[in-house]
């Protein structure tokens, strides 16, 4: 530089920027952490929504069984009406003679142990549809009685009174609502176990009375007491259509509150779903707070550093906006 130039003695040096405050951090990082914030809602969101989808998905596959069962219970019963009808034409038929079964016999070769616990089997169970043929149409005759366990916990008794009386949707939902799962479940497992166990131990019995009634319809057609034994063996079908009627019947109420209790659980699932999907409604609107905070935050950061991105945002904002409100118009 030649001592000639004149020297610039108003040049400005720049300040530097002083330390951030708190708030202004924080504001810095405030849309970062909105954003953050709004996927973390999305994604409970989501989940809770397909809580609640499995939920449903349950109550319907409960629903089927309900019905399944009920169903089956109806069957039951239309068979046991007609066991009835059947019974009563061939007690009509024979006169009303009664039923006379002769008493089952131990027949067994010694010294053979299988043979011997397989002769004791079927001596047990011709003795008990004995004494199921040759009973009175009383309390007593026939099966005896079969239930379900009894139901222990509360809640679930109280829903099912509610579903015997017809209560209304929603108040049903409110009280499966306090039914827990692990109850439910547990009472339709014993449930299940109790009607298997029925089903196993009359089996034998059934299949015995079964055998002494086709013994007493074993009749020759030359035989001279024909329509005497012909008169028996009527008899003998009467009983034994008489114990299918009460089998059936018995049967009947088993599945019927077999269903019951898939009922209970049905509206326990749907009641399920419905919490999930509130929970997912809820996570869904704090995602879309978060999402405008973060989008506000972003704004006001733009329009403090006098970026043109501000105005290209809220323009981008506003497009939005309206297709949103198009897709949304009631054509």
Request: charged share 25%; aromatic share 6%; net charge positive.
């Amino acid at each position: 530089m030649s001592a000639a130039e004149p020297t610039n003695t108003n040049t400005e040096v720049p300040k530097p920027e002083g330390p951030k405050s708190v708030i202004e951090k924080i504001g810095a990082a405030l849309p970062i952490g909105l954003t953050a914030l709004a996927t973390v809602f999305a994604g409970m969101s989501t989940g809770a929504l397909q809580q609640a989808m499995y939920w449903k998905s349950q109550a319907a596959q409960d629903q089927s069984k309900a019905t399944n069962q009920w169903t089956l219970a109806g069957f039951k019963r239309d068979r046991a009406l007609v066991m009835q009808t059947t019974a009563a034409q061939l007690r009509a038929t024979c006169a009303y003679t009664p039923a006379n079964f002769p008493a089952p016999a131990l027949d067994y070769k010694g010294g053979d142990a299988e043979a011997e616990k397989k002769a004791r089997e079927l001596f047990e169970a011709q003795t008990r549809a004995h004494g199921w043929l040759t009973e009175t149409r009383g309390e007593k005759a026939g099966p005896p009685p079969a239930h379900l366990p009894e139901i222990t916990d509360p809640q679930i008794k109280a829903l099912r009174d509610a579903i015997e009386k017809r209560e209304p949707e929603a108040e049903l939902l409110r009280l499966a609502a306090r039914v827990k799962h692990e109850s439910i479940n547990t009472t339709l497992d014993d449930a299940e176990r109790a009607n298997e166990r029925v089903d196993k131990e009359w089996e034998p019995i059934i299949r015995a009375a079964a055998g002494l009634v086709r013994a007493q319809t074993a009749i020759k057609p030359n035989d001279p007491e024909h329509a005497k034994k012909a008169a028996a063996a009527t008899a003998a079908q009467a009983a034994g259509f008489d114990l299918e009627e009460r089998r059936y019947r018995a049967e009947s109420r088993l599945n019927q509150g077999i269903g019951f209790l898939y009922e209970i659980r049905t509206k326990t699932s749907s009641a399920e779903s419905d919490k999930h999907r509130r929970k997912s409604q809820t996570l869904f609107t704090a995602m879309l707070v978060a999402q405008i905070g973060s989008v506000v935050s972003s704004l006001a950061l733009a329009r403090k550093h006098k970026s043109a991105l501000w105005l290209f945002a809220a323009t981008a904002g506003l497009v939005a906006l309206g297709f949103g409100g198009y897709v949304l118009m009631d054509f």
